[in-house]
């Protein structure tokens, strides 16, 4: 596990739990600290841990994995992530490098002479790949978000706080109901 913030902590005790061997790797010696005391083994070399682990999962919110990171990556190892892949993996460079074939359904196999490692979803985060979490229901959010937003650009709002209102809400959740209950 690469970061032991407030989602890579949830990943880590979550597969802790299921027996899963975790080890965790984090920049911030606090995060390093939080994770020793809740009894995960804490990486000390960084290279060594990514060439034994046979599933790498990136939750930082910055880049976890540059170019020359992936060739350190254990034969066969799977990476994951939980942000997206413009935030966690630097993928720019492996065309050059890696050829890439469709190792099954939302898997990518990355080889090239003598290493290959696997890419779940493209990079982008797996924790979204099947409308977990959130999924549809963030367009409900952001038309909430857009209807506050035109509610602040009228000028006849007084200073306090403000809902959107009930036939607001009421056309926006019909809106969303005929487009993603069909």
């Known amino acids: 596990m690469i970061g ?5 902590s ?3 005790r979550l597969l802790h739990a299921k ?3 975790v080890i965790v790797y984090d920049i911030d ?3 390093r600290t939080q994770a020793l005391s ?8 960084r290279e060594a841990t990514l060439a034994g682990a046979g599933l790498v999962l990136c939750a930082t919110g910055s880049l976890s994995l540059q170019g020359e990171d992936f060739p350190h990556l254990r034969n066969g190892a799977y990476v994951a ?12 460079g492996l065309p050059d490098v890696y050829t890439r074939t469709a190792a099954g359904e939302h898997v990518t196999r990355y080889q090239t002479t003598g290493h290959y490692f696997y890419l779940a979803n493209g ?4 924790n979204f790949l099947h409308g977990a979490s959130v999924g549809p229901f963030i367009f409900l959010v952001q038309a909430e978000i857009l209807a506050a937003i035109r509610m602040l650009t009228r000028a006849d709002l007084a200073p306090g706080m403000h809902e ?3 036939n607001d809400r009421a056309a926006i959740a019909a809106t969303w109901l005929s487009y993603f209950n069909r």
């Open 164 to 166: 959107v209102s009930a």
């Open 123 to 126: 990079g982008n985060a797996v």
């Open 38 to 45: 809740q009894g995960f083994v804490v990486a000390r070399d």
């Open 4 to 8: 032991f913030g407030k989602l890579g």
């Open 29 to 31: 010696p606090v995060r």
């Open 19 to 21: 027996g899963v061997q």
């Open 81 to 92: 992530t939980v942000t997206s892949s413009e935030d966690e993996l630097e993928l720019d």
């Open 10 to 12: 949830s990943i880590a």
